[in-house]
């Protein structure tokens, strides 16, 4: 069974500074697609940025992107330039080729502060 | 931008009572997916429907729960006898693809049910 890791519970950054959220995750199969997701106090989840595993290039979107590493089964997310909006929580997430079940890793509560 | 709409935002109901949460995926969307999120806690898939039929179920989705669509609009899901640990946020969420959809899901606003 696919199993997501986010080992980071709380961080903080200042407002215009640069942060890396970790994730780790746990497969056995080759094609598979990643996200990141994000939580606002309004608990609505908003796609961040997604990543299909064939793919090399890192996905990037706007002041989001992220740092694929297949073999080490790891798919951080940086957020430059952070913006006091961008408070919330980050779920890092997983979807296999083979089933509908995207599995969410136990979120990262970003704080960004002024 | 289209959403996935949920009904009622917030839903108060006494142990054991039945409830029916409400969602409106996106139109053009045909892979339709329930999750719950138990405050504090991780995001958990409960199942998906395609075609007007389960086609995955989590170990959560027992007997208590079902799913329906019963016109071409609305993704209804079910809670029969609730209990006190069913209390959570429910999202409901569409996509376009199904298992090999790069895309994503589209969640919506959530539905927070409190059972008292």
């Known amino acids: 069974a696919q199993t997501v890791t986010q080992s980071q519970p709380e961080m903080s950054v200042q407002e215009a500074e640069t942060v890396t959220l970790s994730c780790t995750y746990d497969?056995?199969?080759?094609?598979?697609?990643l996200f990141w997701y994000k939580q606002p106090p309004s608990r609505q989840m908003i796609l961040v940025i997604r990543?299909?595993?064939?793919?090399?290039q890192n996905a990037t979107e706007n002041r989001f992107s992220v740092n694929f590493q297949k073999a080490a089964k790891s798919f951080s997310l940086k957020i430059s330039d952070s913006q006091l909006g961008d408070t919330a929580m980050y779920f890092c997430a997983f979807k296999s080729y083979n089933n509908n079940d995207m599995r969410f890793g136990a979120g990262t509560r970003l704080t960004v502060k002024p | 931008e289209p959403e996935v709409t949920q009904t009622p935002s917030h839903q108060v109901t006494q142990m054991g009572q039945e409830v029916i949460l409400r969602c409106v995926p996106i139109?053009?969307?045909?892979?339709f997916y329930w999750y719950r999120q138990i405050l504090g806690q991780k995001v958990e898939f409960l199942v998906s429907f395609y075609n007007n039929e389960i086609s995955e179920k989590s170990e959560i989705f027992d007997d208590q729960f079902s799913v329906e669509r019963p016109d071409g609009s609305n993704f209804t899901l079910k809670i029969r006898s609730t209990k006190l640990e069913d209390s959570a946020m429910y999202f409901c969420?569409?996509?376009?693809?199904?298992?090999?959809?790069?895309?994503?899901?589209?969640f919506g606003s959530g539905t927070r049910l409190t059972v008292v």
């Open positions: 969420a569409s996509s376009e693809e199904g298992r090999q959809g790069p895309r994503g899901y589209t």
């Open positions: 139109s053009n969307h045909l892979y």
């Open positions: 990543q299909e595993a064939y793919k090399q």
């Open positions: 497969t056995s199969e080759n094609n598979y697609y």
